[in-house]
């Protein structure tokens, strides 16, 4: 699926690469509001399924900003979305979580790399789209629900933190490698973060990779996990 780019409308518009930036993170908001809604089917008690549901609403917003401000931009959200799918597929098929901690620690740690990636990302697009991605990337409340519950159940067993903690490393691998892929096959997100004097130099490229890997620690130490 190398060089995708969807169809930009003809005349001055937006770049390829700041459709396909709203694209990716719009397919991973509705994909975030899906297994957040599968996730509540296994919680433990019905505290923790209303607190996932509500949780997967705030995802679903999300993703209705991006869709909306695509079609806004007279682009076919499906159409940009589509093209997406494939590689989003095959990282949740390779991380798919064996019980409900793992897919706690699962949209905690993965989702939080590859938000943080297209985070950085949006440092190198005009003013408005940046507003945008910095909204749908904020916590809408996960952060503290995953922690609480996670530390919890270390508490419990602390057998249970070894397990998680491998996990948690195999996932920063994981999604680290999906969100490098993503952006090296869609040439529109190569040219935002890579292109000329507006792009990121190799020595830039090096500081965001230390960044995401220093809040993928933090992330793991705010589970108490061992990196």
């Known amino acids: 699926m190398s060089g995708h780019s969807p169809a930009v409308p003809s005349g001055a518009g937006p770049s390829a690469g700041v459709i396909e930036l709203l694209a990716v993170l719009a397919i991973g908001e509705l994909t975030g509001f899906e297994r957040l809604a599968d996730d509540a089917a296994f919680a433990p008690n019905l505290t923790d399924k209303a607190a996932l549901a509500t949780l997967a609403t705030a995802e679903f917003r999300h993703f209705e900003l991006l869709r909306d401000r695509l079609a806004e931009l007279g682009v076919d959200p499906e159409v940009a979305m589509a093209p997406f799918v494939p590689a989003l597929a095959a990282y949740h098929g390779y991380t798919a979580p064996n019980d409900w901690l793992e897919g706690l620690v699962k949209a905690y740690i993965g989702d939080g790399i590859a938000t943080d990636f297209y985070r950085e990302i949006a440092a190198y697009v005009d ?30 067993d602390a057998r249970v933190g070894g397990r998680l903690a491998l996990w948690g490393r195999r996932l920063v691998g994981e999604a680290i490698a999906q969100a490098q892929s993503v952006a090296a096959e869609h040439v529109g997100l190569s040219a935002l973060l890579l292109g000329g004097s507006g792009g990121a130099d190799l020595t830039e490229l090096g500081r965001i990779i230390d960044r995401l890997t220093e809040s993928h620690v933090n992330r793991m130490e705010s589970l108490g996990l061992a990196f």
């Not at 904020?138 to 922690?147: E, K, L, M, R, T």
């Open 127 to 156: 003013d408005a789209t940046r507003d945008l991605v910095l909204q749908v990337c904020s916590d809408v409340g996960y952060a503290a629900f995953a922690v609480d519950r996670i530390r919890a159940a270390i508490e419990l």
